[in-house]
């Protein structure tokens, strides 16, 4: 059976639906437990966060909007772009007939992002990498066995397969073993706990309170069925959002009573504006570029910088991953002989205002310090090739400026004449 058939899943009828034990296997591969609060921590319940969902938003959509492209280094110095290469639109363009190049690597820092372990899977047709498939990593169960790394991989249907190391790219983060990654959601349990406990109960407050601005309070004690139906009048006049603050009116020789709302606490508020806070530093994030406070207003060379520091210090090290472990399969760059390898374009991210770019460009194209040529700028600007200067373009061009000399006299004597007329 093939890798792809393994990847999405397709069985014959005999296969056995999964059991228990397959949760369990699943669960056990991300280590899930319950944090301190009692929440149990998996990458489908953090997402439910937005602080969560809006910083690995934020990553894999900045490195999918990355181009990965291939270059060859030349004998002489410098590299070309080496769009020829079939490897080239693996990478760049179609990884696989049903995702873009910006799905496959935007899934693949999600996944980095989330288990710390990225895979990906190939096809092969007549010998050669026709295409790249993504592998889940709560499914993959890496282990080494008698010296060499092998890959365990479960399918939705419970059944595992080991693949051949061959056919897995593997990309990890920070390990202790070399072998596998670590999970920042995993290891961020009791942070994440406590956020996911902090919103439900402020859900559940807002679903089921009852407590007004006030109460008024009876003295003597109430019978039974005098208390079930002020039980029930309070609710129906004070239980959701829409009947919140209301002050209630009871009877009979009632004393209203001031009720402080726990919501309203200082320590509540500062304990969700520090829960994004950690989250932004679990993920290496601004807390400012997913909704948190800046700690001061924010300018162009601000935002200019948070950029640069998002990209050196929170994007590069996943990048520089990737790039490693493609470059690296001798089934996508056979040889190094050849000078190819794949580079994301990170000047993608930091493209300037036209002002900016124009002053750069001048520079660069200084006849002493410079260091480019115009075809270089000219490409950078996505501009078309400036034409070569042929005899026929030159006088053309000669023509098209006599006439042009021509109709502007006769415009001009014309205009005298009629002035002396």
């Known amino acids: ?63 999918g909007a990355l181009p990965l492209k291939t270059y060859q280094r030349q004998r002489g110095g410098g590299r070309i772009e080496a769009w020829f290469e079939p490897v080239y639109r693996l990478l760049h363009d179609e990884p696989n007939p049903e995702m873009t190049a910006m799905a ?13 372990n990225a895979y990906w899977g190939k096809e092969r047709t007549a010998g050669r990498i026709s295409a790249l498939w993504p592998l889940y990593p709560e499914r993959m169960r890496v282990s080494r066995e008698r010296g060499r790394k092998v ?13 051949d190391p061959r056919d897995v790219i593997h990309v990890w983060g920070l390990s202790l073993d070399g072998l596998v990654g670590l ?22 407050f807002f679903r089921n309170s009852a407590v007004p601005r006030g109460v008024i309070q009876i003295a003597k004690e109430l019978k039974q069925p005098a208390a ?26 009632a004393e209203f009573k001031p009720i402080t709302m726990p919501l309203e606490d200082a320590q509540f ?52 991953r990737m790039e490693q472990a493609l470059a690296r399969d001798r089934d996508l760059f056979p040889g190094e002989g050849r000078g190819l390898y794949p580079e994301f374009l990170v000047d993608a991210m930091l493209r300037t205002d036209a002002r900016t770019r124009s002053e750069i ?41 006599t006439a042009r000399v021509i109709a502007e006299l006769a415009q001009t004597n014309g205009g005298a004449r009629h002035a002396r007329a």
Do not use: C
């Open 1 to 63: 059976m093939s890798l792809v058939t393994r990847i999405l899943g397709a069985r014959a009828p005999e296969a056995r639906t999964p059991g228990a034990e397959d949760t369990l296997w699943i669960r056990d591969a991300f280590m899930a437990a319950k944090a301190g609060t009692g929440e149990y921590v998996t990458v489908e319940r953090s997402l439910r966060l937005d602080s969560v969902f809006a910083a690995v938003r934020l990553r894999s959509d900045a490195v």
């Open 104 to 116: 496959l690597w935007s899934l693949g820092e999600t996944h980095l992002s989330t288990w710390g």
């Open 151 to 163: 890959f365990r991989y479960r399918d939705e249907l419970g059944r595992e397969d080991e693949l």
């Open 183 to 204: 999970s920042p959601i995993a290891f961020a349990r009791e942070v994440i706990g406590a956020a996911l406990a902090g919103v439900e109960f402020s859900a559940r």
């Open 228 to 253: 079930d139906r002020l039980r029930k009048a309070w609710n129906a006049a004070h239980q959701g959002p829409e009947n919140m603050h209301k002050v209630a009116v009871l009877e009979d020789g």
């Open 269 to 320: 508020v500062e304990q969700a504006k520090l829960s994004v806070q950690q989250v932004a530093r679990i993920f290496a994030v601004s807390p400012e570029l997913i909704g948190g406070e800046s700690g001061g207003s924010l300018t162009y060379s601000t935002v200019e910088g948070q950029a640069i520091h998002f990209l050196t210090y929170g994007l590069r090290p996943d990048l520089v």
């Open 361 to 401: 460009h001048a520079r660069a194209l200084d006849p002493v310090t410079g260091w480019m040529n115009r075809a270089e700028v000219r490409a950078l600007e996505n501009l078309p090739p400036e034409q070569a200067a042929t005899p026929e373009a030159l006088a053309a061009s000669a023509r098209e400026a």
